[in-house]
């Protein structure tokens, strides 16, 4: 029961780090980025990998060694929902991803359009989060079972 309580907060700290390092995205990526700008995006994406990598594997955990077991998650139309726009969010992640190395490797300042364009694909990712807690929520409950 402990380690289920356990794996349960690593894995909500682990989006918790999502949702905030998304949204340091956003705010950061507009207008005109200088070069430490762009580091310091490169760097949020870092984190941002880093983080959406732990949100994996502690659900992984939480799926097949928490309390509820992988034929709760398995045969759960909203585990699969959820799973389907955690793929989309990382999707859309790969062009900002991209950009932002190009950007750092250059070592050019990237002009309005560019920084617009990546900055959509953001708000996009930013746009699909609160479908993993609904999801979550309705899986939780045994909804759609």
Not at 26 to 49: E, P, Q
Not at 81 to 102: D, N, Q
Request: charged share 15%.
């Amino acid at each position: 029961m402990l380690s289920d309580a356990l794996f349960a907060f690593l894995h909500f700290a682990a989006i918790f780090a999502v949702v905030a390092i998304l949204s340091c995205q956003l705010i950061f990526c507009k207008g005109t980025l200088d070069t430490a700008s762009v580091r310091r995006l490169a760097g949020l994406d870092r984190a941002y990998m880093i983080a959406a990598i732990l949100a994996v594997a502690t659900g992984l955990l939480r799926a097949f060694a928490g309390a509820k077991g992988w034929s709760f998650y398995s045969t759960n139309p909203f585990f699969w929902a959820k799973i389907a726009t955690f793929i989309a969010i990382g999707l859309l992640s790969i062009p900002p991803t991209i950009t932002f190395i190009r950007w750092r490797n250059n070592g050019t300042q990237p002009n309005a359009d560019e920084v617009a364009r990546v900055r959509r694909y953001i708000s996009w990712e930013t746009m699909l989060l609160p479908l993993l807690p609904l999801f979550a929520v309705l899986m939780a409950r045994g909804i759609g079972m």
